[in-house]
């Protein structure tokens, strides 16, 4: 990489992570907003509960860098409010249990989903022709920033 490149890579890293904060920024600022009455901590869980079924709660607390008794709370909270359930102990370890969503912990989610797909989508909307070109362009080197 010449110095010129590195230079241009520095700049743009620059741009990139101040134009990711911003958009983070408001995509948590509509989450607030739109999570149903749970707390953003309890809509990002059961967020991860869908996407990973079964998971145990201490892997959630690992998961999410928050200590077991934390998410353990967590966890009894939306268990309470119908959201979530647990499975049948595992054979081999009785200590752990799955997390599933229930119906209504689906019904929240994808409720949930499609209200930030909305906000996403009415954001977009506002681009001109150069810049949704330009948008579409920028997807796959972004996903190949964001792959370890």
Same mark, same amino acid.
């Given at each position: %990489?010449?110095?010129r490149?590195? =230079?241009?890579s /520095?700049?743009?890293?620059?741009? !990139?992570?101040?134009?990711i $904060?911003?958009?983070?920024?408001? &995509?948590?600022r ?7 009455? !749970?707390?953003? %901590?309890q809509? @990002? ?6 996407h990973?079924p079964?998971?145990?709660v ?5 998961? $999410?860098?928050v200590?077991t008794?934390? %998410?353990?709370?967590? /966890?009894k909270? !939306?268990e309470g409010?119908?959201?979530l ?6 054979p =081999? ?6 997390l ?7 019904? &929240?989610?994808?409720? @949930? ?13 506002? !681009?001109d ?5 330009a948008l579409a ?5 972004? $996903? ?5």
């Amino acid at each position: %990489m010449t110095t010129r490149q590195s =230079e241009r890579s /520095v700049q743009l890293a620059e741009e !990139l992570r101040d134009a990711i $904060k911003l958009l983070v920024r408001e &995509i948590r600022r509509d989450a607030e907003r739109q999570t149903s009455g !749970l707390s953003l %901590m309890q809509a @990002m869980l059961l967020g991860v509960v869908s996407h990973h079924p079964g998971i145990g709660v201490a892997e959630l607390a690992r998961m $999410k860098q928050v200590r077991t008794p934390t %998410m353990s709370a967590q /966890v009894k909270a !939306l268990e309470g409010a119908g959201l979530l359930a647990r499975d049948a102990p595992d054979p =081999e370890d009785r200590r752990r249990t799955g997390l599933q969503l229930t119906e209504a912990g689906q019904a &929240i989610t994808d409720e @949930m989903h499609a209200q930030r797909l909305d906000w996403l989508v009415q954001r977009v909307g506002r !681009l001109d022709a150069a810049q949704l070109d330009a948008l579409a362009a920028a997807i796959e080197p972004l $996903k190949t920033i964001a792959r370890p």
